[in-house]
């Protein structure tokens, strides 16, 4: 973890949707933030050494038997704690306070009318637009608190105990809904928790390095190398830390996109000079998919193949070290493109709050007994801050720019069961969207860009026959991080091209939709 020389903000998290964008926005104002579980001790939190704690929001009502709750101790701490929503009602509640179900529940846009004076709100004006989420509300001050703003339906918005530190708020200053939220979580952490701008991508990559050299030692370390942008950091970062110690594999598991075996082998093996073993391995992962139609079942499955063919790989390596007769044989570690957003959709940080989404193929479905120890060195990043590193590493913008591919590939584009002809089909109007977002410069626009092939067949007419074939949805978000995404409203003319082309070039397709669903309250990939 990150050192406790620098700054840092500690988000427990009560399972909020928001509580990866509270992180984000502390990690916008160059201070590092980690989450963690609303379970954590006082104790672990004042080892931790944290400038401030905020404390989420969440779907639970405090009264609830199964809500979670936090240690009280940890308002003792003299560190400052900021409770937004969830977390406000809970502070309250248990410093004193009463909190009460409200029969006008409040979601929405909101005004706030700020009352008091407080380093919370400098220099944010009078009153501001907010956004909120919440059928409880606080009826009755915790001792030792004033009421510093209010909204129509609650006259205790905003409370704090300036003496010991403790400020919470009704409403979600970390969504854009709420403009002016980032300069309260700025006022919070520097005139508050008096925090430093710390968090750079350069002190970041020094760090990595460090860790790396640690972790690893003189040993040697294979990783999984996809031409995406998460796994080409990873080898760019560990490349810099340990050089030829890193021999990277990459596993065409049919499920790529068009000509990426090619371009992977040439920009990484004749231009990078990294060392790159090519294993071809798609009949092996086609054949494991033969009729899976659940999504979970594919990325595990995919997952566990992942880590047989990684091992068959490296004993090959290790076979061709001993015949040569060189020092040092043998791969103990495998790294990953892990990021923080795959842990924390992952896993359900604390047990009750966070809901499993999908299980990620960087960190689901690695059998317990793993040969290898894992190296994550991105495992503290988001995506953006991904992309930074690339480039302060040093790779090109046509790999660090490039949109976010998931590690199972094409087989979660594809709704049912994965067959070479699905594949053909999906991966030529793939590259039909990719073509036409380039040629219109809005590939590097967009946060994500691509097709998916539906389990769905529609009558049409192609000259004078009906047909009876495919559907192709169009998915293109726009996003700062992938953990929220809004539709692009994409020019009309572009994807009447796209259409056109997917439908007149693709053998087996007649229709095409446009996916116009944000996140939440669904997810990005279909699958």
């Known amino acids: 973890m990150k050192p406790t020389a620098h700054s840092r903000i500690l988000i427990l998290d009560f399972g909020s949707q928001y509580t990866q964008v509270i992180a984000r926005r502390v990690r916008e104002c160059q201070v590092y933030s980690e989450i963690g579980r609303h379970d954590i001790t006082a104790a672990e939190v004042e080892a931790m050494a944290p400038k401030g704690v905020i404390l989420s929001g969440g779907p639970a009502s405090v009264y609830e038997k199964s809500a979670p709750q936090i240690d009280l101790q940890i308002f003792s701490l003299g560190i400052p704690v ?3 929503c969830y977390g406000m009602q809970l502070m309250a509640r ?25 380093p919370l709100f400098h220099a944010v004006g009078e009153q501001m637009d907010i956004w909120s989420s919440h059928g409880d509300k606080l009826t009755a001050l915790p001792t030792g608190f004033r009421a510093i703003a209010h909204t129509e339906n609650s006259p205790f918005a905003v409370i704090e105990d300036a003496e010991r530190r403790l400020y919470a708020l009704q409403f979600h200053p970390e969504v854009s809904h709420t403009p002016r939220g980032k300069e309260i979580i700025q006022n919070f952490l520097f005139r508050i928790c008096h925090c430093a701008m710390d968090w750079t991508m350069g002190s970041f990559i020094d760090e990595a390095c460090a860790r790396i050299r640690q972790q690893v030692g003189d040993e040697k370390v294979v990783l999984g190398l996809s031409g995406g942008v998460d796994s080409s950091v990873t080898a760019a970062l560990l490349h810099r830390a340990i050089g030829d110690q890193l021999t990277c594999i990459f596993v065409n598991n049919g499920f790529l996109r068009e000509n990426e075996p090619e371009i992977v082998q040439r920009v990484f093996g004749e231009n990078f000079r990294i060392k790159l073993k090519y294993v071809d391995a798609s009949e092996r992962f086609l054949k494991l998919l033969e009729g899976v139609t659940d ?14 063919v990684f091992e068959q790989a490296t004993e090959d390596l ?4 001993r015949a040569d007769k060189r020092p040092h044989a043998g791969y103990r570690f495998l790294a990953q493109g892990t990021l923080y957003p795959d842990v924390i959709e992952s896993v359900a ?4 709050p966070a809901s499993l989404i999908k299980t990620h193929h960087n960190v689901g479905g690695l059998p317990e007994k793993m040969h290898f120890e894992l190296v994550e060195p991105l495992r503290q990043l988001f995506k953006d801050e991904v992309r930074q590193a690339g480039l302060q590493l040093g790779l090109p913008n046509e790999i660090v720019l490039r949109q976010p591919f998931p590690g199972p590939g094409l087989a979660v584009r594809i709704l049912g069961e994965v067959t070479p002809e699905r594949l053909r089909i999906l991966r030529e109007a793939d590259a039909i969207v990719v073509s036409e977002m380039q040629a219109s410069d809005w590939y ?15 009558v049409g007419v192609m000259g004078d026959q009906r047909t009876y074939e495919n559907t192709i949805a169009l998915r293109i978000v726009e996003s700062q991080d992938g953990m929220t995404a809004d539709w692009v409203r994409l020019p009309y003319e572009i994807l009447a091209r796209i ?12 229709r095409v939709c446009y996916d116009i669903s944000t996140k939440p309250p669904s997810t990005i990939e279909w699958e």
Not at 318 to 321: G, I, N, Q
């Open 295 to 308: 999504p979970e079942q594919k990325r595990k499955a995919i997952g566990l193949e992942f880590v047989r």
């Open 349 to 352: 940080i604390g047990g009750n």
């Open 444 to 458: 590097y626009r967009v946060w994500q860009s691509f097709a998916v092939l539906l389990p769905v067949h529609s």
């Open 499 to 510: 259409s056109s082309r997917i439908v007149n070039e693709v053998k087996g397709v007649n």
């Open 318 to 321: 290790l076979a061709k070290d």
């Open 94 to 118: 248990h410093l004193g306070g009463e909190v009460e179900f409200s029969a006008r529940r409040e979601y929405g846009a909101g005004i706030l009318h700020i009352d008091e004076e407080t």
């Open 82 to 84: 900021l409770g937004i």
